[in-house]
């Protein structure tokens, strides 16, 4: 008890010390803190968006479609039956016809004329609520109703085209057969969907009009199926999926394979996430590193005052040991305070960058505002660092000091 009420005296007595030490402790924690919280936020945000609007819990397809996915063939289309079977079994489920096509703008009141490769997707506007929140995120015109003529346009698509509401656009795709066909559409609505895949280069039509044109004959190539908010749904309902597709020549892949792409990047940028938090805190140690060895150095003499007065290498050591943990437990404690008060700010209001994401591609499903979330085992993290990385310097360092000749460090200037 003696050399802890020495170690937090010395503590009050090095005051400026204590806070400059503290305060390094407390930023490197507090950017540990906020990075690992918004990373986590956006990767969590990402795959909300994919269920929402890309891929639903997943999508069940030909194993030949599913081999030739990238493409997208016309020509592998589901059993009719199919839909019906799980409209029966009670499970959420919507067709769509996935293709490739250039959407055409010319002519008034274009102010612009061009064309721009997009993605077509042809969609069951009375189904497709069922699985996706599309129809929620029309900011101009209106959802797309059954029969119409019409096409669904991303907000930043929309932009760099110079397009409104009521404006006509041309669709070219081929059709089931390799037949080229021109669609004459007009823009039915704008959507401002929270995620870019959707928002930049994708176009929505109506499953029915895309039937006549594709020659189709009623079949789609792909069932969207919704098991549920949760991206892990119950095993129970992935098996009783399975069973259900048995003999019928089609089978379900979840949402994960379908975004593996997407699934590498994170993977990748967390890695990179985890070098950069490294960083951080390589260099709040140096920072750190750097107070407690001048702190220690300049009481070289009085280390060796005290070792003439009798005190052992052991007590010397366990006494710079307790003053080094409560540096570090002060700073790991103003480090949560300060990363919990920052966090909360990204949790509820996020950060907005919006314009950045629209110029560039960082492989996340955000559009515009990214938000943190609160990770618990980061501020036990926080306060375990805090005091292990002190803790450590101090005893590398009174371990080569307790090393030097009494003499010495009394002569020590």
């Known amino acids: 008890m003696k050399l802890v009420k020495l170690g937090f005296r010395n503590l009050l007595r090095y005051k400026r010390r204590t806070i400059i030490t503290a305060f390094a402790v407390a930023m490197g924690l507090m950017m540990f803190i906020l990075m690992d919280s918004l990373l986590m936020g956006v990767s ?55 293709l490739t096509g250039e959407l055409i703008f010319r002519g008034a009141p274009w102010e612009e004329s061009g064309y721009l490769a997009v993605e077509v997707v042809a969609l069951d506007p009375e189904r497709d609520g069922d699985v996706y929140d599309l129809n929620r995120v029309v900011s101009e015109g209106h959802f797309l109703t059954p029969d119409e003529e019409g096409v ?21 795709v081929k059709t089931r057969f390799g037949s080229e066909e021109l669609l004459e559409l007009e823009v039915a609505g704008i959507l401002d969907c929270p995620d ?25 190539t792909q069932a969207v199926v919704s098991l549920g908010p949760n991206p892990q749904p119950p095993r129970g309902s992935v098996e009783k999926l399975h069973h259900l597709l048995a003999g019928t020549g089609a089978e379900f892949h979840s949402w994960e394979e379908w975004a593996a792409d997407f699934m590498a990047i994170a993977a990748g940028k967390q890695n990179s996430a985890y070098a950069i938090l490294s960083l951080v805190v390589l260099i709040a140690a ?22 003439a007065l009798g005190m052992t290498d052991g007590d010397l050591r366990k006494t710079f040991l307790i003053e080094a943990v409560g540096i570090g437990l002060l700073g790991g404690i103003v480090g949560i305070i300060w990363g919990a008060g920052a966090n909360l700010i990204l949790v509820k209001i996020g950060i907005n960058y919006g314009n950045l994401l629209k110029d560039m591609k960082i492989g996340y499903r955000v559009s515009g505002m990214m938000y943190g979330v609160w990770i618990l085992r980061d501020y036990l993290i926080s306060l ?16 080569k000091l307790t090393g030097m000749k009494i003499t010495d460090c009394l002569r020590y200037t």
């Open 152 to 172: 669904l346009l991303g907000r930043w698509l929309a932009e760099d085209m110079g397009a409104q509401v009521g404006y006509p656009v041309s669709l070219r």
């Open 286 to 307: 140096i920072g750190i590193s750097n107070t407690v060895l001048m702190s220690l150095f300049e009481r070289t003499r009085e280390l060796g005052m005290l070792r």
């Open 44 to 98: 969590e945000d990402s795959i909300i968006n994919i269920m929402r609007y890309e891929s639903g819990s997943g999508r069940i397809v030909t194993p030949a479609y599913w081999e030739d996915r990238e493409s997208r063939p016309l020509k592998e289309t589901l059993p009719p039956e199919l839909g019906q079977k799980l409209t029966d079994e009670g499970v959420s489920w919507t067709p769509r016809i996935e």
């Open 196 to 220: 870019p895949y959707v928002n930049t280069g994708v176009v929505f039509i109506d499953l029915t009009v895309a039937d006549d044109y594709l020659e189709m004959d009623g079949l789609y």
């Open 384 to 399: 375990v660092a805090g005091v292990a990385i002190c803790g450590t310097i101090s005893l590398l360092v009174t371990r």
